[in-house]
């Protein structure tokens, strides 16, 4: 009998232990995506994104052999009603860790275990399972930097190759088509403007982070802060969906730590944030939805969602210039820069004294590289609600960070069309992608700051004061 492979955040072959295990058992294998309640829930860019991935990996799967049958509604319902079809013993899926997905896992998990049909899930997201990583007394860590001495020495063995064929069934169930779910049709012209910055599937990763340890790796603990040149891997929206193992990147940073590259180390610190992000997630799922430190629940943060402050920094219009091309470049390309998400979020939630999960819900919606725990703990870690938090009174300054960061302009120039004779290609591209109601054009002036960056200071630093610690 078949066994069901539900793909979810793991849209790839190579370095997939569930997929592995599953060739070896000799069975048929059914690949299946679903799109499901947990899908239906996610933003714009996050789903249209998805819609890329899924068709990459459902031609990467013909190749060898195989299809990707799609459905769509919920979980549970859907892949009984093709366990039933197919007659398969068992369903089969890699970890998820954030509350969402946990919940949809745990009601297919019992919907079949009241079946008698097996239902296993397998690693792969991440580099140690959260549970794995104990503190001496048998906790979790709250903080990244004994949890990174705790992983330091731990091997994650090493990835594993790609399967060169999967069985298929006698039969094949049918598939919906991706084309009839429009997965792209909340983003304005169907995310044309965002798709020219993309790079989609698994070989695209790949070569991206061949290119990256070739070339990037060596500058990368200077580079990485600049928005400005190309200094980063841009791998977070390959992660997302798993279109490249998190082991195969980070084997890749410690083989280049072995061969002298400069950055290797501090690229590995990284990657470990992204593993710190989920073992913190798991363990506390509110980092999600509430401030992590209730002390925090007190502080007179505005929760107004389309207060002028709000519409002005989600449209890039501040008068911050750091802070509105930012915003720009996050509307118009899904990604944004790390540098730039800690301005855009040091300024929505002390100058504008706007609580953090207005930022994460707009994040939520634009992000090609949405992840549940990055985006959360980045939130939580800006505002100085979470774990390990940048203190809150450290209110980053948008305009001297610009002197810092962006010395020549180069960033600020490619997303603020106004005041320039010939806007760049970049700065069109934002408002192309912008609709029509928004009133953006190059032709308009920009704006005086709506807040200045001391006044937003004093402001944010008084509020902390009275609430008392
Ligand atoms: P690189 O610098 O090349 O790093 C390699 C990988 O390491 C990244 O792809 C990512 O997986 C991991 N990583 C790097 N920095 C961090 C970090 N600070 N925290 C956790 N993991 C990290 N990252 C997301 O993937 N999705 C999000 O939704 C997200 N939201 C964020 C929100 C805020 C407010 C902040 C401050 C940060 C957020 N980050 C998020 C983290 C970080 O900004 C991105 O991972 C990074 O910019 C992605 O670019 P890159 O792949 O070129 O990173």
Redesign the pocket.
């Known amino acids: 009998a078949p066994i069901l492979i539900w793909l979810r955040r793991d849209l790839r072959l190579a370095d997939h232990p569930m997929l592995t295990e599953a060739v070896e058992t000799g069975a048929p294998l059914i690949p299946v995506f679903v799109h499901d309640e947990v899908v239906e829930e996610q933003g714009a860019a996050p789903r249209f994104r998805l819609g890329l991935s899924v068709e990459s990996f459902a031609r990467d799967l013909d190749a060898i052999g195989s299809r990707l049958v799609l459905r769509r509604g919920r979980a549970l319902g859907v892949l009984r009603a093709l366990a039933r079809e197919t007659c398969a013993r068992a369903v089969w899926w890699s970890r998820a860790y954030d509350p969402a997905a946990r919940a949809r896992d745990a009601e297919v998990m019992e919907g079949f275990d009241a079946e008698g049909i097996e239902t296993r899930d397998f690693g792969g997201h991440l580099l140690f399972e959260p549970e794995s990583v104990e503190t001496g007394t048998g906790g979790y860590y709250k903080v990244y930097t004994p949890y990174m001495k705790a992983v330091r020495d731990r091997d994650p063995g090493a990835p594993l190759p790609a399967p060169s064929r999967l069985l298929a069934p006698e039969d094949w169930p049918e598939s919906e088509r991706i084309e009839d779910w429009q997965m792209g049709r909340d983003m304005r012209r169907g995310g044309a403007v965002v798709a020219k910055y993309l790079t989609v599937g698994e070989q695209a990763a790949r070569a991206r982070l061949d290119r ?1 340890i070739a070339r990037g790796i060596e500058d ?1 603990a200077i580079a ?1 802060d600049r928005p400005d040149i190309e200094g ?6 390959n ?2 969906y798993g279109e490249i193992s ?1 082991r195969t ?1 980070y084997r890749a940073a410690l083989a280049a730590r072995e061969a002298g590259a400069e950055g290797a180390e501090h ?1 590995r610190k ?2 470990v ?2 593993e ?2 989920y073992h913190l997630l798991h363990h506390t799922p509110r980092l999600v939805s509430r401030n992590w430190r209730a002390e925090w629940d007190r502080f007179p943060w505005s929760e107004e969602a389309d207060s002028e402050a709000v519409t002005a920094w989600k449209r890039g219009r501040t008068g911050m210039r750091f802070v509105d091309a930012a915003m720009r470049e996050l509307y118009a390309t899904g ?4 540098r730039a ?2 301005i855009v ?1 040091s300024y929505l939630t002390k100058h504008l004294m706007t609580h953090w999960k207005i ?2 819900d707009w ?2 919606e634009c ?1 090609v ?3 549940p725990a ?2 959360a ?3 939580q ?2 505002a100085g609600s979470g774990p390990d938090a940048a203190p809150y009174f450290r209110v980053y300054n948008p305009e001297t960070q610009l002197g810092k960061f962006d010395p020549d302009g180069a960033y600020v120039g490619a997303w603020i069309a106004e005041g320039q004779e010939t806007p760049p290609e970049t700065a069109r591209d934002f408002l192309a992608a912008v609709p029509r109601r928004w009133g953006l054009s190059a032709g308009i002036t920009y704006p005086d700051p709506i807040v200045g960056a001391a006044e937003g200071r004093d402001r944010a630093l008084a509020a902390y004061k009275a609430r008392g610690n």
């Open positions: 990256f990368y990485r980063t891997s841009g791998l977070s929206e992660l997302t998190i990147c690229f990284e990657l944030w992204r710190f992000a990604r944004m820069h790390n998400r800690m979020g930022g994460h994040f939520a992000l590289d949405w992840d990055n985006n703990l980045g939130w870690w800006i």
